[in-house]
């Protein structure tokens, strides 16, 4: 089975500031990964999906970038409502792996 | 506007099946391209892919749970459950429904999801 990856598991930042936070597979997957927002007490929510596709909704300061093994979502400039906890999402051959999560808090 | 909602017990006995049913509304199960799944989160910790089943009833299942979970559609097309059987203490989680949209080459991925029904397993 392949495993992902996630990192950083959290990190601190403040308002304005450029986030990354990055996936990587054990073996190369195309471009079948999401990324989603959850925030406490709610249901994740769905970013990007296919590597770089901004789902219908969601502000462009979010984007999703990578191929291959690794993979990166990108928040332009944070904002108070993005302090959340961010998960990827791997589908490869119909097997579906989540990352461990990355929280986003304030600085 | 597409809804899911899940039901059923919140207390499991350990060694007994764990049953949830999810109601959905503005979506017809049997429409192709979409799958209907099931994903759980313990509390405090990370998301957990346990399954799911397309339009046409193939399933797929996580493999570290597979021997023990069954995902099926009831014939009314506006319900799906999940039976997760013989669970312990590990099995206490939120446990989501959720629709994935299957997008041409690039995977599916779910873009609705239940509110979420927490499940305790405990004597």
């Known amino acids: 089975a392949i495993q992902m990856t996630q990192s950083p598991s959290a990190l601190s930042a403040s308002v304005g500031d450029r986030v990354t936070v990055s996936c990587r597979a054990s073996?190369?997957?195309?471009?079948?990964l999401a990324w989603y927002q959850q925030k406490p007490g709610k249901a994740p929510k769905l970013l990007i999906y296919a590597a770089y596709n901004l789902q219908s909704g969601v502000p462009s300061r979010f984007s999703g970038s990578g191929s291959g093994t690794d993979f990166t979502l990108t928040i332009r400039s944070l904002q108070p409502e993005d302090f959340a906890t961010y998960y990827c999402?791997?589908?490869?051959?119909?097997?579906?792996?989540f990352g461990q999560g990355t929280k986003v808090e304030i600085k | 506007q597409l809804q899911l909602q899940e039901s059923g017990p919140g207390l499991v006995r350990p060694s007994e099946t764990l049953s949830l049913t999810c109601t959905v509304s503005g979506d017809s199960i049997n429409r192709p391209g979409y799958y209907w799944g099931w994903i759980r989160q313990p509390p405090g910790k990370g998301l957990e892919y346990i399954g799911n089943i397309f339009y046409n009833g193939d399933t797929y299942y996580n493999p570290s749970l597979k021997s023990r979970v069954t995902i099926s559609v009831a014939s009314s097309k506006t319900q799906f459950s999940l039976s997760l059987n013989s669970v312990t203490a590990t099995d206490t989680a939120i446990y989501y429904c959720s629709r994935f949209h299957y997008y041409s080459g690039s995977g599916s991925f779910p873009d609705y999801w239940g509110q979420g029904s927490l499940v305790t397993v405990s004597s």
């Open positions: 073996q190369v997957i195309g471009n079948g």
């Open positions: 999402l791997l589908d490869y051959n119909y097997s579906w792996t």
